[in-house]
Antibody, heavy 122, light 110 residues
Framework: QVQLVESGGGVVQPGGSLRLSCAAS????????MHWVRQAPGKGLEWVAI????????YYADSVKGRFAISRDNSKNTLYLQMNSLRAEDTAVYYC???????????????WGQGTLVTVSS | QSVLTQPPSVSAAPGQKVTISCSGS????????VAWYQQLPGTAPKLLIY???KRPSGIPDRFSGSKSGTSATLGITGLQTGDEADYYC???????????FGGGTKLTVL
């Protein structure tokens, strides 16, 4: 059973930073692209970022470009999202999700974590 | 405001069929694969359809996807009360170089 477990969420002040982690198990992590998707309270899904299986390709939503950075450590089967210059509108549940491809211009996420809540508030 | 437009809500009776539309443009749906997700209350999304019309293992054939031009459609037949959920379309937008989700559609099974 593929497992994705996010951690690192919490309350942070505007302008602050936070790093989310997503620990993957029971699959060949290094073979798959990975996504971050977020959902503000009571709102719809918003795609955040994608990283290719080897970390060589990364793309971001305009709303986070220049502030967030996606990365991965295949030796640790872990995906990361470094979030800087946080704003109130970044408040959301952040999900990591596996893409069944090594990389592609698609938003196909076949396995999802349970999500971690990030609250940006003073 | 999403670049993909979905109706906010749809409803139908148990056993009936419903369709959910997703309208985009040539930079997204028109030239990229579409996926559909189901999100039950309080849970993570679940992949229902990928590559426009393919179902992952374990997804019943009551769920179907299609694409024509710059629009995509999710169809659900034999509606069950357990199908009450939010449904989202998603695709890549080549102009934005980013993924995009539709605004979501709440399905009510009356």
């Amino acid at each position: 059973q593929v497992q994705l477990v996010e951690s690192g969420g919490g309350v942070v002040q505007p302008g602050g930073s936070l790093r989310l982690s997503c620990a993957a198990s029971i699959f060949a992590f290094s073979s798959y692209a990975m996504h971050w998707v977020r959902q503000a309270p009571g709102k719809g899904l918003e795609w955040v970022a994608i990283i290719s299986h080897d970390g060589s390709n990364k793309y971001y939503a305009d709303s986070v470009k220049g502030r967030f950075a996606i990365s991965r450590d295949n030796s640790k089967n872990t995906l990361y999202l470094q979030m800087n210059s946080l704003r109130a509108e970044d408040t959301a549940v952040y999900y990591c999700a596996r893409d069944p491809n090594s990389f592609g211009f698609v938003v196909t996420c076949d396995y999802w974590g349970q999500g971690t809540l990030v609250t940006v508030s003073s | 405001q999403s670049v993909l437009t979905q109706p906010p809500s749809v409803s139908a009776a148990p056993g009936q069929k419903v369709t959910i539309s997703c309208s985009g443009s040539s930079s997204n749906i028109g030239n990229n694969y579409v996926a559909w997700y189901q999100q039950l209350p309080g849970t993570a999304p679940k992949l229902l359809i990928y590559d426009n019309n393919k179902r992952p293992s374990g997804i019943p054939d009551r769920f179907s996807g299609s694409k024509s031009g710059t629009s995509a459609t999710l169809g659900i037949t034999g509606l069950q009360t357990g199908d009450e959920a939010d449904y989202y379309c998603a695709t890549w937008d080549s102009s934005l170089s980013a993924g995009v989700f539709g605004g979501g559609t709440k399905l009510t099974v009356l």
